[in-house]
């Protein structure tokens, strides 16, 4: 069995058994400290601060924008000159953390965050159109079907 992110409309190959675990939020997360220092979220003075970007998921921002409708918003927002490109999220959200800037974020990787005020996500999430499934041979073993609808279930409830 192997896990994945991918369309959420995704058809699983011949032989295969597609279990989906849960569709991807996507949304920008900043900490508190940072949203403090702009006057209202709904305003585009958050365009202004910092980017922060990730080369694991460098499209983050444009699907963000585009599920989120604020596309032509961010088509429009100035490049600001001191955006950071990360290699990994983890750095990427370790630097929103630290008050570094804002970054598009899946909603499963700072559901702990968000729940403990260290990451704030003013703006919300929005559907990616991605979701995570674990995929399985479809004469895998009873055991590893029973885990995978185990595994669903519990990423729902």
């Given at each position: 069995m192997?896990?994945?992110?991918?369309?959420?409309?995704?058809?699983?190959?011949?032989?295969?058994?597609?279990?989906?675990?849960?569709?991807?939020?996507?949304?920008?997360v900043l900490?508190?400290?940072?949203?403090?220092?702009?006057?209202h979220?709904?305003?585009?003075?958050?365009?202004?601060?910092?980017?922060?970007?990730?080369?694991?998921?460098?499209?983050?921002?444009?699907?963000?924008?585009?599920?989120?409708?604020?596309?032509?918003?961010?088509?429009?927002?100035?490049?600001?000159?001191?955006?950071?490109?990360?290699?990994?999220?983890?750095?990427?959200?370790e630097?929103a953390?630290?008050?570094?800037?804002?970054?598009v974020?899946?909603q499963?990787?700072?559901?702990?965050?968000?729940?403990?005020?260290?990451?704030?996500?003013?703006?919300?999430?929005a559907?990616?159109?991605?979701?995570?499934?674990?995929?399985?041979?479809?004469?895998?073993?009873?055991?590893?079907?029973a885990?995978?609808?185990?595994?669903?279930?519990?990423?729902?409830?």
């Open positions: 192997c896990i994945v992110a991918e369309p959420a409309d995704g058809q699983a190959p011949a032989g295969v058994l597609r279990q989906v675990l849960f569709m991807e939020q996507l949304g920008p900490s508190p400290q940072l949203l403090a220092t702009i006057s979220i709904q305003t585009q003075a958050w365009l202004d601060l910092p980017r922060l970007h990730s080369q694991t998921r460098p499209n983050a921002w444009a699907t963000w924008a585009q599920v989120a409708g604020m596309q032509p918003t961010l088509k429009n927002a100035p490049i600001t000159p001191n955006q950071q490109n990360y290699q990994h999220y983890y750095f990427a959200l630097a953390l630290r008050g570094q800037g804002v970054c974020a899946p499963h990787l700072v559901a702990d965050d968000i729940a403990s005020a260290r990451l704030v996500a003013p703006l919300g999430f559907p990616s159109g991605l979701a995570y499934v674990a995929l399985l041979q479809a004469d895998a073993k009873p055991a590893a079907k885990f995978a609808q185990w595994l669903g279930e519990q990423v729902n409830s």
